[in-house]
Protein backbone atom coordinates (compact mmCIF):
# COMPACT_ATOMS: atom_id res chain seq x y z
CA UNK A 1 0.00 0.00 0.00
CA UNK A 2 3.19 2.13 -0.48
CA UNK A 3 1.52 3.76 -3.19
CA UNK A 4 -1.55 4.70 -1.72
CA UNK A 5 -0.23 8.46 -0.87
CA UNK A 6 1.33 8.75 -4.71
CA UNK A 7 -2.45 7.46 -5.83
CA UNK A 8 -4.00 10.17 -3.21
CA UNK A 9 -2.20 12.94 -4.53
CA UNK A 10 -2.39 12.46 -8.50
CA UNK A 11 -6.95 11.94 -7.31
CA UNK A 12 -6.46 15.37 -5.66
CA UNK A 13 -4.66 16.98 -8.81
CA UNK A 14 -7.33 15.11 -11.04
CA UNK A 15 -10.08 16.53 -9.06
CA UNK A 16 -9.06 20.06 -8.85
CA UNK A 17 -8.03 20.03 -12.84
CA UNK A 18 -12.16 18.99 -12.81
CA UNK A 19 -12.74 22.74 -11.39
CA UNK A 20 -11.29 24.65 -14.77
CA UNK A 21 -14.05 22.75 -16.71
CA UNK A 22 -17.08 25.26 -17.88
CA UNK A 23 -19.86 24.77 -15.65
CA UNK A 24 -23.24 26.71 -15.84
CA UNK A 25 -23.44 30.12 -13.10
CA UNK A 26 -23.91 29.45 -9.66
CA UNK A 27 -26.85 31.28 -8.24
CA UNK A 28 -24.88 33.81 -6.30
CA UNK A 29 -27.14 32.81 -3.19
CA UNK A 30 -25.47 29.70 -3.34
CA UNK A 31 -21.74 30.60 -3.93
CA UNK A 32 -19.37 30.55 -1.06
CA UNK A 33 -16.95 32.03 -2.49
CA UNK A 34 -18.94 35.44 -3.71
CA UNK A 35 -19.93 35.50 -0.06
CA UNK A 36 -16.23 35.37 1.56
CA UNK A 37 -15.41 37.55 -0.46
CA UNK A 38 -17.93 40.06 0.48
CA UNK A 39 -17.61 42.43 2.59
CA UNK A 40 -21.39 41.27 4.36
CA UNK A 41 -19.44 38.40 4.68
CA UNK A 42 -16.04 39.33 5.81
CA UNK A 43 -17.99 41.17 8.64
CA UNK A 44 -20.10 38.28 9.51
CA UNK A 45 -17.24 35.86 10.02
CA UNK A 46 -14.87 38.21 12.10
CA UNK A 47 -14.34 36.67 15.34
CA UNK A 48 -17.42 34.33 15.27
CA UNK A 49 -15.94 31.21 16.47
CA UNK A 50 -19.61 29.81 16.53
CA UNK A 51 -20.58 30.36 12.92
CA UNK A 52 -17.15 28.66 12.05
CA UNK A 53 -17.70 25.49 14.43
CA UNK A 54 -20.87 25.06 12.33
CA UNK A 55 -19.12 25.57 9.29
CA UNK A 56 -16.60 23.30 10.08
CA UNK A 57 -18.98 20.39 11.24
CA UNK A 58 -20.86 20.89 8.07
CA UNK A 59 -17.49 20.39 6.39
CA UNK A 60 -16.80 16.94 8.31
CA UNK A 61 -20.66 15.83 8.10
CA UNK A 62 -20.40 16.52 4.58
CA UNK A 63 -17.47 15.59 3.06
CA UNK A 64 -16.38 12.65 5.53
CA UNK A 65 -19.65 10.99 7.12
CA UNK A 66 -22.21 12.06 4.75
CA UNK A 67 -20.70 11.28 1.28
CA UNK A 68 -17.67 9.42 1.27
CA UNK A 69 -18.32 6.72 3.78
CA UNK A 70 -22.13 6.51 2.41
CA UNK A 71 -21.30 6.38 -0.70
CA UNK A 72 -17.39 4.49 -0.79
CA UNK A 73 -17.41 3.19 2.54
CA UNK A 74 -20.91 1.26 2.41
CA UNK A 75 -22.53 1.34 -0.81
CA UNK A 76 -19.48 0.48 -3.21
CA UNK A 77 -18.36 -2.92 -1.32
CA UNK A 78 -21.72 -4.09 -1.24
CA UNK A 79 -22.55 -3.35 -5.18
CA UNK A 80 -19.43 -5.49 -6.07
CA UNK A 81 -22.02 -8.45 -6.33
CA UNK A 82 -24.79 -7.20 -7.93
CA UNK A 83 -22.41 -5.22 -10.67
CA UNK A 84 -19.68 -6.84 -10.90
CA UNK A 85 -16.54 -4.71 -12.48
CA UNK A 86 -18.64 -2.34 -13.23
CA UNK A 87 -19.20 -1.32 -9.37
CA UNK A 88 -17.67 1.89 -9.35
CA UNK A 89 -19.22 3.54 -12.73
CA UNK A 90 -22.89 2.59 -11.07
CA UNK A 91 -21.48 4.01 -7.23
CA UNK A 92 -20.95 6.95 -9.69
CA UNK A 93 -23.72 7.16 -11.50
CA UNK A 94 -26.04 7.15 -7.37
CA UNK A 95 -23.39 9.56 -6.38
CA UNK A 96 -24.00 12.52 -9.35
CA UNK A 97 -28.02 11.36 -8.96
CA UNK A 98 -27.60 12.16 -5.31
CA UNK A 99 -26.09 15.74 -6.36
CA UNK A 100 -29.00 16.80 -9.00
CA UNK A 101 -30.40 19.49 -7.04
CA UNK A 102 -27.19 21.58 -7.80
CA UNK A 103 -27.83 21.49 -11.55
CA UNK A 104 -24.64 24.33 -11.88
CA UNK A 105 -21.92 21.55 -10.02
CA UNK A 106 -22.59 18.88 -12.42
CA UNK A 107 -20.12 18.90 -14.49
CA UNK A 108 -17.49 18.38 -11.65
CA UNK A 109 -20.13 15.94 -9.96
CA UNK A 110 -19.65 13.49 -13.06
CA UNK A 111 -16.09 13.52 -13.37
CA UNK A 112 -14.95 13.98 -9.51
CA UNK A 113 -17.78 10.74 -8.67
CA UNK A 114 -15.50 8.40 -11.11
CA UNK A 115 -12.09 9.81 -10.22
CA UNK A 116 -13.31 9.16 -5.89
CA UNK A 117 -15.13 5.93 -6.67
CA UNK A 118 -12.36 4.10 -8.83
CA UNK A 119 -9.35 4.77 -6.33
CA UNK A 120 -12.06 3.30 -3.61
CA UNK A 121 -12.72 0.60 -4.76
CA UNK A 122 -8.88 -0.29 -6.50
CA UNK A 123 -7.63 -0.20 -2.77
CA UNK A 124 -10.91 -1.12 -1.17
CA UNK A 125 -10.74 1.84 1.32
CA UNK A 126 -13.22 4.98 1.45
CA UNK A 127 -10.13 6.44 3.06
CA UNK A 128 -9.02 6.99 -0.50
CA UNK A 129 -12.00 9.39 -1.55
CA UNK A 130 -12.54 10.93 2.12
CA UNK A 131 -8.79 12.53 1.79
CA UNK A 132 -9.37 13.36 -1.62
CA UNK A 133 -13.00 14.91 -0.88
CA UNK A 134 -11.88 16.58 1.96
CA UNK A 135 -9.25 18.26 0.44
CA UNK A 136 -11.72 21.10 -0.57
CA UNK A 137 -12.76 21.35 3.08
CA UNK A 138 -9.20 21.98 3.95
CA UNK A 139 -9.03 24.35 1.85
CA UNK A 140 -12.33 26.21 2.63
CA UNK A 141 -11.52 25.51 6.41
CA UNK A 142 -8.43 27.56 6.29
CA UNK A 143 -10.16 30.17 4.02
CA UNK A 144 -13.07 30.81 6.65
CA UNK A 145 -10.44 30.06 9.28
CA UNK A 146 -8.26 33.59 8.16
CA UNK A 147 -11.72 35.32 8.10
CA UNK A 148 -12.86 34.38 11.69
CA UNK A 149 -9.60 35.51 12.85
CA UNK A 150 -9.44 38.69 11.57
Not at 9 to 26: D, F, I, K, Q
Not at 76 to 96: A, C, H, I, S
Not at 133 to 145: D, G, K
Request: glycine share 8%; aromatic share 12%.
Amino acid sequence: MGSAPITRGLVVLAVAATEVLPSPPVPAGRDLGIFLDSSAGQDFLAGNWAWFAVILTMFVFNTVLGEELLFRGLLLPRMQGRFGRWDWVVNGVLFTAYHLHVPWAMPNVVLDTFVLAYPSRRYRSALVGIAVHSAQSVFFTALVLVLVLR
